[in-house]
């Protein structure tokens, strides 16, 4: 069980490296830049890490699929909040369809 945790967590790093890397890019200020990357970088080093903890029991797929999928679904929501990037349906349904997908994999035995 905790090596589900452990993917989860390594999944919640993935949007911060993936927003840091957005910020670094668009500030022309070189002290800023080298901020946004190092944290990029220690985020990127966090996620992975955390990932590779929870692949010691779980499956490969499995955890990966659930890595990528709350990354997604917090990169998603931080968007929106923070970069005040539009919702549709359409998006909320694809959301849903991964939630669906995942919690399918781990009801199928894939764990």
């Given at each position: 069980m905790?090596?589900?945790v452990?993917?989860?967590?390594?999944?919640f790093?993935?949007?911060?490296?993936?927003m840091a890397l957005?910020k670094a890019g668009k500030?022309?200020d070189?002290?800023?830049?080298?901020?946004?990357?190092?944290?990029?970088l220690?985020?990127?080093?966090l996620?992975?890490?955390?990932?590779?903890?929870?692949?010691?029991?779980?499956?490969?797929?499995?955890?990966?699929?659930?890595w990528?999928?709350?990354g997604?679904?917090?990169?998603?929501?931080l968007?929106?909040l923070?970069?005040?990037?539009?919702?549709?349906?359409l998006k909320?349904?694809?959301v849903?369809?991964i939630?669906?997908g995942i919690?399918g994999?781990?009801?199928a035995g894939?764990?």
């Amino acid at each position: 069980m905790i090596d589900l945790v452990y993917v989860i967590v390594g999944g919640f790093f993935e949007p911060a490296w993936v927003m840091a890397l957005d910020k670094a890019g668009k500030t022309s200020d070189r002290a800023y830049k080298a901020v946004w990357y190092g944290l990029c970088l220690i985020s990127m080093i966090l996620s992975l890490y955390f990932l590779s903890l929870g692949m010691r029991t779980l499956n490969i797929g499995i955890s990966y699929a659930i890595w990528t999928a709350v990354g997604s679904v917090v990169t998603l929501l931080l968007s929106r909040l923070f970069l005040k990037e539009s919702f549709n349906i359409l998006k909320i349904v694809a959301v849903m369809m991964i939630l669906i997908g995942i919690s399918g994999l781990e009801l199928a035995g894939g764990m």
